[in-house]
């Protein structure tokens, strides 16, 4: 009898610390990584691998998701779970938080977060974790309890959501929020957030490099005055419309002002996701040199790489912060080739048709933001990468390994030996057509429809178990919640 339980063989195994691929085997023992090596011994194993050449990615952390946003928590868990593992993601971060969408609730998360959990567990097809967004006073007095109860790591602050609408202009941002009457959701407040994140650090200091919090960076203001102005002028229309109404320069200012918080606050773990345009990295960039002392970690999408104004299919390429003009795409490239950018995620956000588009559907202001792409994340990166000449480990670090690390996942991120058997069997040389009716997502229309890609994710393990063969979804849910920090000892 063999002491593993699994060998893939013949794979080239992708290492976030080494630039190019080896030639190896990998063996897989009570859900773990027992071996990675050449020429295994595969006498009385009871299943055996034949990976055919393929590159052999650590399963994606995809640390941005949004499940239950549009559609029941409980159906998205097991419909997107699903297009994670097309995607090569095998741990899928989502947020959530109190207010319209989501459950459509208010009140503690002591209470909230158990039911969150309920509707999810059971369901997924990847492991998932959640972060969690402190919308009131109470739930920045919940954080320890967060932390130490449920095991969540991560926060998480919506500049906009103060003064601006989920898609739009906004008048009445306490009823969206459900927020206690007299709380303002504003600077004051992620001021307060920042103060309950680091208090958090400072009780629990083991876990502190862990405890972090991310900002969605854009300026309420700005936005709403530019977005009478597009109006207005009637000039643009479309996702051309939708990006001048909501300008770079907002993000760069939401950046600035959120990293002089965090230095006025003292709180070092700050993450500033899907910065969609070279002004706002540009920002992040001067706000690291401004502030040395706080660990700033720079988050951009899988969407704002592939796709632009332009090229993106349709109105359903509407999603916050905008898809941006091809200039702004390729900034964004030029920072994830430099290291400025420490990991890359999906944004996947399921919005179906019918809540995606108003009446007329071709008014980009009635439309919905946001939309799926976690089945992308991987394939997408590879091919736009090796085009531009990123090493396969530098794309695994981007995709796994970064992420894994700042968010607590200890037992993910690498093939490293002891930690989870999560693998994305890749074939690089397989070009094919996005099509959204080829998507396990319940999306049915994708901003990347006829896109060319070039690398494929055949085949994702979760724990050492086959979640897709082939290219199809097989087995059962068998994903698992996350509990932070999560080791794999």
């Not at 773990?32 to 009385?44: C, E």
């Not at 208010?106 to 999810?120: I, N, R, S, T």
């Not at 898609?167 to 992620?190: C, I, K, V």
């Not at 901003?447 to 979804?473: M, N, Q, S, W, Y």
């Amino acid at each position: 009898m063999s002491e593993f339980d699994l060998v893939i063989k013949n794979v080239l195994v992708v290492d976030p610390d080494r630039d190019e691929p080896v030639a190896g085997d990998i063996a897989v023992r009570d859900g773990k990584i027992a071996a990675v090596a050449p020429g295994l011994d595969v006498t009385g194993v009871p299943q055996v691998v034949d990976g055919g050449g393929k590159l052999a990615f650590p399963g994606v952390v995809d640390a941005h998701q949004h499940w239950g946003i549009y559609n029941p928590l409980a159906e998205d868990t097991a419909s997107e779970s699903r297009a994670c593992a097309q995607g090569g993601v095998t741990s899928a971060l989502t947020y959530m938080r109190t207010g319209q969408y989501y459950l459509n609730k208010g009140g503690d998360y002591a209470d909230f977060f158990p039911e969150v959990l309920d509707l999810a567990r059971g369901g997924a097809h990847v492991d998932y974790a959640f972060h969690l967004a402190p919308m009131s006073r109470r739930h920045i007095e919940e954080i320890p309890d967060l932390v130490e109860r449920f095991g969540v790591t991560s926060f998480k602050v919506f500049m906009f959501y103060g003064g601006h609408g989920l898609h739009g202009r906004s008048a009445d941002q306490s009823a969206f929020l459900m927020t206690p009457p007299g709380e303002r959701y504003d600077y004051a407040h992620f001021e307060f957030v920042m103060r309950g994140v680091r208090a958090a650090r400072e009780r629990f200091p083991h876990l502190a490099e862990e405890i972090s919090l991310s900002l969605h960076c854009e300026t309420a203001e700005i936005m709403t005055a530019y977005t009478r102005m597009v109006e207005e002028a009637g000039e643009l229309t479309g996702l051309a419309a939708y990006s001048a109404s909501r300008p770079p320069h907002s993000e760069g200012l939401a950046v600035s002002i959120a990293a002089y918080l965090a230095h006025e606050t003292g709180l070092p773990t700050i993450n500033l996701l899907h910065l969609s345009s070279r002004k706002a990295v540009d920002a992040a960039v001067r706000m690291a040199s401004a502030f040395p002392h706080i660990d700033f970690r720079r988050e951009v999408t899988v969407g704002h790489l592939l796709a632009d104004i332009t090229t993106a299919h349709g109105l359903g390429g509407k999603v916050n912060p905008p898809l941006r003009p091809r200039e702004d795409v390729e900034a964004l490239w030029e920072y994830v080739a430099d290291g400025t950018v420490d990991w890359v995620v999906s944004d996947h956000a399921c919005c179906r048709d019918e809540l995606k588009f108003g009446d007329p559907r071709d008014d980009i202001f009635l439309a919905k933001s946001g939309f799926g792409g976690a089945e992308y994340l991987l394939p997408g990166m590879i091919t736009e990468g090796r085009r531009r000449g990123l090493s396969y480990g530098r794309i695994a670090a981007l995709t796994s390994r970064n992420p894994a690390v700042r968010y607590g996942l200890r037992g993910k991120g690498s093939l490293a030996l002891g930690k989870d058997a999560d693998i994305a069997l890749v074939d690089p040389a397989r070009t094919w057509t996005v099509r959204a009716e080829d998507s396990e997502s319940t999306q049915e229309y994708t901003p990347f429809e006829g896109f060319e890609l070039t690398a494929e994710v055949t085949d994702t393990f979760l724990r050492g178990t086959r979640i897709l063969e082939a290219g199809k979804v097989v087995g059962s849910p068998s994903g698992r919640y996350l509990a932070r920090p999560y080791d794999h000892a």
